[in-house]
């Protein structure tokens, strides 16, 4: 039977870049198979080292999970599509306040597109009115949520963030501008919210959302929206809002590719019945080293701002239960069915994990950046690199970005983006003291890792990659 298997953005590095691979199988197990067999890069990318299926990559025939069904033995059918989706670095009652709740003239004049469609009417609006929401993350998808929320009359819009404003969220981050970069986020976004409309109240919590303060934030809200953009603080805002009984508008953004669904529902799945366990660092680029595309958190965060008016106002049918998968670059939207897991450690019938957990721990982080398997023995800091070469005893210098990434910047060296390394590793001389280097130190620790298990011992990884080099020693060369 030839079926068509569908390959994300993520993974596409490992598949020459194509987006689908056809082959001939007669069950899921098969075609993966034959994938892993065309393309051996993807194994260890599905795979554990036990040979099963990683609990963070989930397999669709057509739009049924396989895990409901025989998992890999799940036959196929010509012209059916497997796809791979991997996870990626996502109320009160209302009734008695909704009769207090009044809109001034000044109000009516302001939402008369909404009061006119019966479907919002008057009595949607004042539920808008009434209606609470907390937005994670003042970021790429927390803008056009931002700015929708407020725009659309929700009463009150918590909002949490701590980071200021760096140049490079200017590309995406609709909400600031040019001279406000190195200021508050969370300052900034509420002068310019409060300035699209003055009827909204907003509460900034300017700290790092934790399992210290999370459910205490979380109780004062109606809706919870995810908007983060790593692994810790979505598994924390996922499990926090199945204790605290809210609904959790989820969406994820990676290069060109968007994901989104609203998780606990009633008695829909959350985020972990999708992803039992987070990737281990490092496996799955964050979008500060696998880049995005500006207008792609506009599209996903308008998807939640949306999903969130309705959840509010009670109207229309809420993505729950569904996955929605959107690819910018063929613009074509798939959804995908999901049901939740019995089994499932938060949401399950028996759960055993009642309260909130160390998420740091539990995705394998030790601080912001990857400490993936981390080995001083195998490490050089910038400093020590520049005096190497300055003393005329040059190492290697093996750089494993892209080569759009290599245009941007470079130290020169030899380049061989990380993912032809295991194909290429006979260019490189063991004898040689090589040091390996990347943007922030991500990729190069992995290709460290992958050069000592063929032998190399004369290796070591840059930290902080190169855009440590642009800060400390070379401060003439770009940063992207
Ligand atoms: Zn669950």
Same mark, same amino acid.
């Given at each position: 039977m030839a079926v068509t298997i569908?390959?994300?953005?993520?993974?596409?590095?490992?598949?020459?870049?194509?987006?689908?691979?056809?082959?001939?199988a007669g069950t899921v197990g098969e075609a993966l198979a034959k994938?892993?067999?065309?393309?051996?890069?993807?194994? #260890?990318?599905?795979?554990?080292?036990?040979?099963?299926?990683?609990?963070?990559?989930?397999?669709?025939?057509?739009?049924?999970?396989? #895990?409901?069904?025989?998992?890999?033995?799940t036959p196929v059918k010509e012209g059916d599509s497997i796809s791979i989706v991997p996870s990626i670095a996502g109320g009160v009652d209302t009734t008695e306040t909704l009769e207090k709740i009044n809109l001034s003239n000044e109000e009516i004049r302001r939402y008369s597109r909404h009061l006119i469609m019966p479907e919002v009417g008057m009595e949607g609006q004042r539920k808008l009115k009434a209606g609470s929401v907390l937005i994670i993350g003042a970021g790429g998808l927390g803008s056009p949520l931002g700015l929708y929320l407020t725009a659309a009359g929700v009463g009150r819009i918590g909002i949490v963030d701590y980071d200021t404003i760096d140049e490079s969220n200017l590309q995406r981050q609709v909400l600031y501008s040019t001279d406000q970069v190195g200021e508050s986020k969370l300052t900034k976004a509420k002068e310019r919210l409060h300035g699209l409309n003055p009827y909204v109240q907003f509460d900034a919590y300017e700290e790092?959302?934790?399992?210290?303060?999370?459910?205490?934030?979380?109780?004062?809200?109606?809706?919870?929206?995810?908007?983060?953009?790593?692994?810790?603080? #979505?598994?924390?805002?996922?499990d926090a809002s199945v204790l605290t009984g809210k609904?959790?508008?989820?969406?994820?953004?990676?290069?060109?590719e968007g994901q989104a669904s609203v998780f606990g529902l009633d008695d829909g799945p959350c985020y972990r019945c999708l992803y039992p366990e987070p990737p281990p660092?490092?496996?799955v680029p964050s979008c500060a080293e696998g880049g995005v595309f500006g207008v792609l958190p506009g599209i996903v965060g308008s998807i939640q701002a949306n999903e969130v008016i309705k959840l509010l106002t009670g109207i229309g049918e809420p993505l729950q239960g569904r996955l929605l998968l959107f690819d910018a670059l063929k613009m074509s939207f798939r959804e995908l069915k999901l049901r939740r897991n019995p089994e499932c450690p938060v949401c399950g019938d028996n759960p055993t994990q009642k309260e909130l957990i160390d998420y740091e721990q539990f995705c394998g982080v030790e601080s912001?950046?990857?400490?993936?398997? #981390?080995?001083?023995?195998y490490e050089i800091e910038v400093e020590?690199?520049?005096?190497?070469?300055?003393?005329?005893k040059k190492p290697v210098v093996l750089d494993v970005r892209e080569p759009h990434e290599y245009e941007i910047a470079n130290l020169g060296g030899e380049l061989i983006p990380l993912r032809e390394l295991p194909s290429r590793l006979k260019e490189l001389d063991s004898a040689q003291d090589i040091v390996v280097h990347c943007k922030m130190g991500g990729r190069s620790q992995e290709a460290v890792e992958l050069l000592k298990s063929a032998g190399f011992r004369k290796v070591k990884n840059l930290v902080g990659g190169i855009d440590r080099w642009a800060q400390i020693v070379d401060t003439s060369l770009p940063r992207y």
């Open positions: 569908i390959i994300p953005t993520p993974l596409r590095q490992y598949s020459g870049n194509k987006d689908t691979v056809k082959v001939q994938l892993t067999g065309e393309h051996p890069e993807l194994r #260890r990318h599905l795979y554990n080292d036990e040979g099963q299926l990683r609990s963070f990559v989930n397999i669709y025939v057509n739009d049924e999970d396989i #895990r409901y069904s025989r998992k890999t033995e790092h959302l934790s399992s210290e303060n999370a459910l205490d934030i979380f109780k004062d809200y109606e809706v919870i929206v995810d908007g983060t953009d790593n692994f810790p603080t #979505r598994y924390l805002v996922n609904p959790n508008v989820y969406g994820s953004i990676f290069r060109f660092p490092g496996l912001s950046w990857s400490e993936y398997k #981390r080995d001083a023995e020590e690199l520049k005096q190497l070469l300055d003393s005329g």
